[in-house]
């Protein structure tokens, strides 16, 4: 009997594997069109100062509306578009998209991109984002490269080279998910980053879990002596800024300090009217 139950659990998983496979195919076909179908959009979160609440910059964040299952997670199907190709094209989009936006607002706010190791090293980044800040009017320094520490392992010469050509641009470099990677300060003494995330698992627990917190504080510190500022991601309740704000962390962003939002839906009042740059 035993050995019949185990055949059927087998059977069942496999099926399930089945279904799981046949899923991500479909989904990764549908990725090809989505932009073209219009289906895809960016939102965008403020990361602020913590002294003062300024907003100092936006990070863009991709949205899939698919037109029969609704929206779909970028966590989901980003690894699918990573492992298909279609990050590339999808990535650009998202570049360009964003630069036209920043451009649009005044002053020095910055804007952050996500980029997948994929893109990074799918042929001619850095001239891709040479050419959409030309073409966007985007000055270089207001835009920040977001790469995860997996992604900077894992081809750590060919990330390097590809870094250091976008710093040459001008171009600002964020480590983003700092802390659930391996080799951490392996990592931050290979590269100049101009700023460091600390991922939003650390900032969650960090009024219940003394862990936790002797970790936030001790990035921070970090970030202070590599004279590299640091920014809490994922703060959603004012003790977690407070405390992020007893042990000097320069910026946060999450919930608590503003949700993702269309750029149609943001405040106005940082817009240069009426000049829409691309339009
Ligand atoms: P990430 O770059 O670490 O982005 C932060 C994620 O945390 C976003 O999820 C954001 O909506 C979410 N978040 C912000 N504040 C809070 C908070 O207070 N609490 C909680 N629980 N979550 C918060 P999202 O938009 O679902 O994106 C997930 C991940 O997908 C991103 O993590 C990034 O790695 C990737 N991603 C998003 N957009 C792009 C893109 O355009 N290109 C690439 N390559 N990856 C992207
Ligand atoms: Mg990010
Ligand atoms: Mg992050
Ligand atoms: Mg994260």
Request: charged content about 25%; overall charge negative; some cysteine.
């Amino acid at each position: 009997k035993a050995k019949a139950e185990g055949r059927n659990m087998h059977r069942f998983f496999e099926a399930a594997m089945g279904l799981q496979e046949r899923e991500r195919r479909l989904i990764e076909y549908d990725l090809r069109n989505a932009v073209k179908r219009g289906e895809m959009g960016v939102v965008y979160q403020p990361q602020k100062r913590i002294d003062s609440r300024e907003t100092i910059g936006y990070e863009a964040l991709i949205r899939w509306y698919h037109p029969q299952r609704g929206e779909i997670d970028p966590s989901y199907f980003i690894p699918i578009a990573e492992e298909s190709g279609a990050i590339v094209q999808i990535g650009e989009w998202v570049l360009r998209m964003a630069c036209l936006e920043a451009a649009t607002w005044d002053g020095d706010m910055t804007i952050a991109v996500n980029v997948s190791p994929v893109q990074l090293h799918g042929g001619a980044f850095p001239l891709s984002v040479q050419s959409i800040l030309m073409a966007t009017g985007l000055q270089a320094h207001r835009l920040e490269i977001e790469i995860t520490e997996t992604a900077l392992i894992k081809d750590l010469n060919r990330t390097l080279v590809t870094l250091r050509h976008l710093k040459l641009l001008g171009v600002k470099v964020t480590l983003d998910d700092f802390g659930t990677g391996y080799s951490s300060l392996a990592n931050l003494r290979a590269f100049p980053f101009d700023k460091i995330k600390i991922d939003r698992s650390f900032i969650h627990s960090v009024n219940t879990n003394e862990q936790a917190a002797a970790i936030v504080r001790a990035v921070v510190g970090l970030g202070r002596g590599l004279g590299c500022p640091v920014l809490a991601e994922g703060v959603e309740t004012k003790e977690e800024l407070d405390f992020l704000h007893l042990e000097d962390c320069q910026m946060a962003q999450g919930y608590f300090l503003g949700r993702p939002s269309a750029a149609e839906d943001m405040s106005a009042e940082f817009r240069v009217e009426p000049k829409r740059l691309g339009a």
